[in-house]
Antibody, heavy 120, light 108 residues
Framework: QVQLVESGGGLVKPGGSLRLSCAASGFTFSDYYMSWIRQAPGKGLEWVSYISSSGSTIYYADSVKGRFTISRDNAKNSLYLQMNSLRAEDTAVYYC?????????????WGQGTLVTVSS | QSVLTQPPSASGTPGQRVTISCSGSSSNIGSNYVYWYQQLPGTAPKLLIYRNNQRPSGVPDRFSGSKSGTSASLAISGLRSEDEADYYCAAWDDSWGVFGGGTKLTVL
């Protein structure tokens, strides 16, 4: 069955960095577009970034552009989010989600999420 | 402020039909598909409706979606207690994804 398992969250100081990982299994990872979506505590969903199946097409939300980098390793069935210059407002649960070509906000499977807390 | 506007709350009694609206603009809903997600307390969101009105396998036909111009709606008929959740609309906008602020549905 399809599984997405995020890891790498934790407590980091403002200005610090963190790298999130998402391990995929149960499907042909290299066939699917992938995304990161986050949810601040008690708040709604916020789309963060999207990467095509080959990694050639990438989009970012304005709120993270220039600070976050999405990448993938199809040989390792893994998705990553490198987060630099972290701010308090980046505090959230970060979900990785599976998408489809042509449906940029169709997320048919989600991970359980990993919590990132940015605080001094 | 979310790019897509949803009412913060909605409610209904078991068996009733409720609708949740989602308002956007020409750059998002007006020119792209709308998607709906259900988030039960403490869990990851679940895809409920894709491409305006399509249901993934396993989603009951009590859930339906529609779109007109720059607005969309999610309708839930035969309301059940297990439908109590947060509901989010989503759409693509130029070169980024946008979500609505979410609607908390209470089953009275």
């Amino acid at each position: 069955q399809v599984q997405l398992v995020e890891s790498g969250g934790g407590l980091v100081k403002p200005g610090g960095s963190l790298r999130l990982s998402c391990a995929a299994s149960g499907f042909t990872f290299s066939d699917y577009y992938m995304s990161w979506i986050r949810q601040a505590p008690g708040k709604g969903l916020e789309w963060v970034s999207y990467i095509s199946s080959s990694g050639s097409t990438i989009y970012y939300a304005d709120s993270v552009k220039g600070r976050f980098t999405i990448s993938r390793d199809n040989a390792k069935n893994s998705l990553y989010l490198q987060m630099n210059s972290l701010r308090a407002e980046d505090t959230a649960v970060y979900y990785c989600a599976r998408g489809r070509y042509g449906d940029y906000v169709l997320f048919d499977y989600w991970g359980q999420g990993t919590l990132v807390t940015v605080s001094s | 402020q979310s790019v897509l506007t949803q009412p913060p709350s909605a409610s209904g009694t078991p068996g009733q039909r409720v609708t949740i609206s989602c308002s956007g603009s020409s750059s998002n809903i007006g020119s792209n598909y709308v998607y709906w997600y259900q988030q039960l307390p403490g869990t990851a969101p679940k895809l409920l409706i894709y491409r305006n009105n399509q249901r993934p396998s396993g989603v009951p036909d009590r859930f339906s979606g529609s779109k007109s111009g720059t607005s969309a709606s999610l309708a839930i008929s035969g309301l059940r207690s297990e439908d109590e959740a947060d509901y989010y609309c989503a759409a693509w906008d130029d070169s980024w994804g946008v979500f609505g602020g979410g609607t908390k549905l209470t089953v009275l």
